[in-house]
């Protein structure tokens, strides 16, 4: 297996575990079920990746096609299941988790759309689709308007994170490019969080 396999490999493995996560605890959070804590994971984890592939026409996505990625994410769904009564302030982790698996899938979901071809735009759009899909898609089931449309920087740090994913391509290896990528939209994500970063928003009257 080569370096930027590893990587990319890597990244993925922590994108589905940071959203598998984020997703049981909106759940326990909501105060769901374990059915429901465990479908709002693996809808996290997965669905900025079915999301992206349907739109690149790779069907059947490839998260159907990979039966450990599916392990994996029930792991860690009931790991985390299993530890939050021992973990008071589990859930004050969301956003944290949310923001690393932001960052990993949008740098994953830029690198599809380097692979083929696609301009600055393309992979910008593959990478906000891909990390901000899972987030959507949670908030959406748990029955609250998502994150990206309401406050902080959330689709627009996946843009970013893209547009440095392109950017460093064309200056360095794509293996550090996803790792800066990645790291930078995470980063970007928590600031918004703590400093209370937002776009602006139109005036109602």
């Known amino acids: 297996m080569g370096v930027l396999e590893l990587v990319v490999l890597t990244m993925n493995y922590v994108g589905v575990c940071a959203f598998a996560v984020s997703g049981t605890l909106k759940?326990?959070?909501?105060?769901?079920?374990?059915f429901g804590c465990a479908f709002l994971g693996l809808a996290t984890a997965f669905g900025g990746g079915i999301t992206r592939d349907i739109i690149a026409g790779n069907v059947p996505p490839l998260a159907f096609r990979s039966e450990f990625d599916f392990l994996f994410a029930i792991t860690s769904i009931i790991i985390t299941?299993?530890?939050?009564?021992?973990?008071?302030?589990?859930?004050?982790?969301l956003?944290?988790?949310?923001?690393?698996?932001?960052?990993?899938?949008?740098?994953?979901?830029?690198?599809v759309a380097l692979d083929v071809?696609?301009?600055?735009l393309g992979v910008m759009f593959?990478?906000?689709?891909t990390g901000a899909g899972g987030g959507i898609i949670r908030?959406?089931?748990a029955g609250e308007v998502p994150l990206v449309?309401?406050?902080e920087l959330y689709a627009t740090a996946a843009l970013i994170g893209g547009a440095?994913?392109?950017?460093?391509s064309e200056f360095t290896t794509l293996e550090v490019a996803l790792f800066i990528s990645a790291l930078s939209t995470t980063i970007l994500r928590i600031a918004s969080i703590k400093f209370g970063w937002n776009l602006p928003r139109v005036k109602r009257d």
């Open 139 to 141: 908030d959406v089931l």
């Open 81 to 93: 299941l299993c530890m939050y009564r021992r973990l008071a302030n589990t859930v004050k982790l």
């Open 149 to 151: 449309f309401t406050r």
């Open 164 to 168: 440095g994913l392109y950017i460093l």
């Open 117 to 120: 071809g696609l301009g600055p």
């Open 95 to 111: 956003v944290y988790f949310d923001a690393i698996g932001l960052g990993a899938f949008a740098a994953l979901g830029g690198a």
């Open 27 to 34: 759940g326990i959070d909501k105060n769901m079920d374990v």
């Open 126 to 129: 593959a990478a906000m689709f």
